[in-house]
């Protein structure tokens, strides 16, 4: 089992930056590909970004369309966290923001997703 932790929302104004954290604890090995989901309300849950290795090697990451140039994910294997760097928040990226992880490669089904956090409300308003 991988047991998954959120931290870093809150409440900020439109242009702001928020830091998202999620550290991975337990079979951490199975948490190969981390992923950031979000919901907004009347919303489908929606993947924002994913990281995994790459079969290159290295590492690979992934953005949803409207955040790309805006967010950035990236990991620190040693502290077994992922983070979600946002800039220039809108409000249409108000959600609450899931961390997600399963063993392999990124994918885009939510489905796919075995291990999931409770979630980190992020309001973007003024």
């Known amino acids: 089992q991988v047991q998954l932790v959120e931290s870093g929302g809150g409440l900020v104004q439109p242009g702001g930056s928020l830091r998202l954290s999620c550290v991975a604890s337990?079979?951490?090995?199975?948490?190969?590909?981390m992923a950031w989901f979000r919901q907004a309300p009347g919303k489908e849950r929606e993947r924002v970004s994913c990281i995994s290795g790459a079969i290159s090697g290295g590492e690979t990451t992934f953005y949803l369309d409207s955040v790309k140039g805006r967010f950035t994910i990236f990991r620190d294997n040693a502290k077994n966290t992922v983070y979600l760097q946002m800039n220039s928040l809108k409000p249409e990226d108000t959600a609450v923001y899931y961390c997600a992880a399963k063993s392999g490669f990124c994918t885009r089904s939510r489905s796919a997703y075995d291990y999931w956090g409770q979630g980190t409300q992020v309001t973007v308003s003024s």
């Open positions: 337990g079979s951490t090995r199975k948490a190969s590909a």
